[in-house]
């Protein structure tokens, strides 16, 4: 989560766009201040083989996961942090 990581994400579209626009900014915000959200390790699973139930994704909570996901947000940090690069 640092700014080497956005510049590589940015430079893979710049050739094609002339703007960038980050659709989720609590995602952004996060690279930038982990802190933000509070995250959990675990596993990730998707079904892909029920038909009834394609696309299901299920969370397994292990210290020793592959994933990380934020399992909640201190909303008052996320504005201030947001907020900020506009003054």
Same mark, same amino acid.
């Given at each position: 989560?640092?700014?080497?990581?956005?510049?590589?994400?940015?430079?893979?579209?710049?050739?094609?766009?002339?703007?960038?626009? +980050?659709?989720?900014? /609590?995602?952004?915000?996060?690279?930038?201040?982990? %802190? @933000?959200?509070?995250?959990?390790?675990?596993?990730?699973?998707?079904?892909?083989?029920?038909?009834?139930?394609?696309?299901?994704?299920? +969370?397994?909570?292990? /210290?020793?996961?592959?994933?990380?996901?934020?399992? %909640? @947000?201190?909303?008052?940090?996320?504005?201030?942090?947001?907020?900020?690069?506009?003054?």
């Amino acid at each position: 989560r640092d700014q080497y990581t956005i510049n590589n994400y940015i430079s893979i579209y710049l050739p094609a766009i002339l703007e960038v626009c +980050f659709h989720d900014p /609590l995602a952004v915000v996060s690279i930038f201040n982990d %802190s @933000v959200c509070k995250f959990v390790r675990g596993n990730v699973s998707v079904e892909l083989g029920s038909k009834s139930l394609m696309g299901y994704t299920l +969370f397994e909570e292990n /210290l020793n996961g592959k994933h990380e996901i934020a399992c %909640s @947000v201190n909303t008052e940090a996320f504005f201030d942090e947001y907020f900020s690069v506009f003054q």
